[in-house]
Antibody
Framework: QVQLVQSGSELKKPGASVKVSCKAS????????VNWVRQAPGQGLEWMGW????????TYAQEFTGRFVFSLDTSVSTAYLQIISLKAEDSAVYYC????????????WGQGTLVTVSS | QSALTQPPSASGSLGQSVTISCTGT?????????VSWYQQHPGKAPKFMIY???KRPSGVPDRFSGSKSGNTASLTVSGLQAEDEATYYC??????????FGGGTKLTVL
């Protein structure tokens, strides 16, 4: 069965970096894109962008350009989200989600990774 | 790109129907039949409920249905059950390989 398993919670200081992993199983990793979605505490979902798992090309939503980096290790069917120069407002749950075969929806989601930024 | 507009809350009695709206613009919801809906229970990951406006993934009960008119998409939940109480999010393709979510609607089952 399709599964996306994310790395565990992180507690970081402002200015540090964090890298969240999302390991896929149960399907051909390169067959569909991986999306990243942020959910701040008590808030709604924000689409951060996606990465093409065939080419490795990332696309970032406007708000997520600059400090956010999507990458892949196709040898282990894993996608990564790195956040650089963390700020308190980056504290959120980050989800990876697989793109549905028809494209613009997300059919399988990881369990979420809580990133807390605090001094 | 602005978030799609959803009412913050909605409610309905057990067994009844409720419809949640999702309003965008002629550049997103109005231009593409690429609206999706997700259900999220507290502390859980979102669940895929509807795609391409009206299509249900396998395993989603037919009590859930989607529609669209102009710049507004809707999710209707019929025969409300207690487990339908959750927050529902819409999303739409907005062009240029981008997507946007709505603000979410908290559904209460009375």
């Amino acid at each position: 069965q399709v599964q996306l398993v994310q790395s565990g919670s992180e507690l970081k200081k402002p200015g540090a970096s964090v890298k969240v992993s999302c390991k896929a199983s149960g399907y051909t990793f390169s067959s569909t894109a991986v999306n990243w979605v942020r959910q701040a505490p008590g808030q709604g979902l924000e689409w951060m962008g996606w990465i093409n798992t065939k080419t490795g090309k990332p696309t970032y939503a406007q708000e997520f350009t600059g400090r956010f980096v999507f990458s892949l290790d196709t040898s282990v069917s894993t996608a990564y989200l790195q956040i650089i120069s963390l700020k308190a407002e980056d504290s959120a749950v980050y989800y990876c989600a697989r793109s549905h075969s028809t494209g613009w929806s997300e059919d399988y989601w990881g369990q979420g990774t809580l990133v807390t930024v605090s001094s | 790109q602005s978030a799609l507009t959803q009412p913050p809350s909605a409610s309905g009695s057990l067994g009844q129907s409720v419809t949640i709206s999702c309003t965008g613009t002629s550049s997103d919801v109005g231009s593409y039949n690429l609206v999706s809906w997700y259900q999220q229970h507290p502390g859980k990951a979102p669940k895929f409920m509807i795609y391409e406006v009206t299509k249900r993934p396998s395993g989603v009960p037919d009590r859930f249905s989607g529609s669209k008119s102009g710049n507004t998409a809707s999710l209707t939940v019929s025969g409300l059950q207690a487990e339908d109480e959750a927050t529902y999010y819409c999303s739409s393709y907005v062009g240029n390989y981008n997507l946007v979510f709505g603000g979410g609607t908290k559904l209460t089952v009375l």
